[in-house]
């Protein structure tokens, strides 16, 4: 059976998921802290799920209540696309949200991320806010965000959200 036919399982993350969460973080977002909304953001102390191929990590989704009835994904990695880790942790907080009475998911992604835009999108997210520049402050609280990715400068946030 090849790795992409291979089961991706999903689980909370525990004390002992330290370092793996750790080089997540660090592999795709430089660090545990990431800039969004005018906020800071360290997102290694924040709730988690760690997707799993055979035991090895393959990705991760933090997430955050902002109320009773909302959480904020704040980020979710597949450091193998194209295998449904993306999918599998998304619904893997779904179904956690659901269980609890959460009514919406929310996110921020940037206005140059089209492969996660539409991946979003074909999930059931849907687009309800853009953050015109917001992305200028978000560089104030961490210097190390690009200023281009893709030929395409980053600028904007873009919120998306999921009614559950």
Not at 43 to 68: M, N, W
Not at 137 to 158: F, N, T, V, Y
């Amino acid at each position: 059976m090849s790795t992409a036919e291979r089961a991706v399982t999903v689980d909370p993350v525990v004390p002992a998921d330290t370092e793996s969460v750790g080089s997540i973080l660090a592999e795709s977002w430089g660090g545990p802290h990431v800039a969004v909304h005018g906020e800071l953001i360290d997102a290694s102390a924040q709730r988690a799920l760690l997707a799993r191929v055979e035991g090895r990590p393959v990705g991760l989704l933090t997430y955050r209540a902002v109320s009773d009835a909302e959480w904020e994904i704040v980020t979710l990695d597949a450091t193998e696309a194209g295998r449904g880790v993306g999918r599998a942790l998304l619904d893997g907080v779904r179904a956690e949200a659901e269980r609890v009475g959460v009514r919406r998911l929310w996110l921020v992604t940037t206005n140059e991320n089209t492969r996660a835009l539409r991946f979003y999108q074909r999930y059931g997210f849907d687009l309800v806010a853009v953050h015109r520049d917001a992305v200028e402050a978000a560089r104030r609280l961490k210097p190390s965000i690009p200023i281009h990715a893709d030929g395409i400068p980053i600028r904007h946030e873009l919120e998306l959200e999921l009614l559950l």
